[in-house]
């Protein structure tokens, strides 16, 4: 019913940047929060940061000063431009929205396939 589809991920040094993107398609009414979470190896799925339809704003501690999250409502797409990197920062990175679905007028919570982001040198 609903894809995501994300790119950007990769390779980069420490204090390097990447930008990552999701275009969320299929039966879609409306979509309200977007958002990107990140599943370090070994470690649990934790928030990075997430936008409302709005455009509010909330980030992990962990991330604040150095990623900003933005989406296109028309172009359906959420982004995440992230700079100073660190190794720390390496993960699997998921976008994550909430969507009215068209053809069942119910709500739901979709994932992307995840990316992966390693910061080494």
């Known amino acids: 019913q609903v894809q995501l589809v994300e790119s950007g991920g990769g390779l980069v040094q420490p204090g390097g940047s990447l930008r990552l993107s999701c275009a969320a398609s299929g039966s879609i009414s409306v979509i309200s929060d977007m958002g990107w979470y990140r599943q370090p190896p070994g470690k649990e799925r934790e928030l990075v940061a997430t936008i409302s339809r709005g455009g509010s704003l909330n980030y992990a501690e962990s991330v604040k000063g150095r990623f900003t999250i933005s989406r296109d409502n028309a172009k359906n797409t959420v982004y995440l431009q992230m700079n100073s990197l660190k190794p720390e920062d390496t993960a699997v990175y998921y976008c994550?929205?909430?969507?009215?679905?068209?053809?069942?007028?119910?709500?739901?919570?979709?994932w992307g396939q995840g990316t992966q982001v390693t910061v080494s040198s």
């Open positions: 994550n929205t909430r969507v009215l679905v068209s053809t069942t007028q119910k709500w739901g919570t979709y």
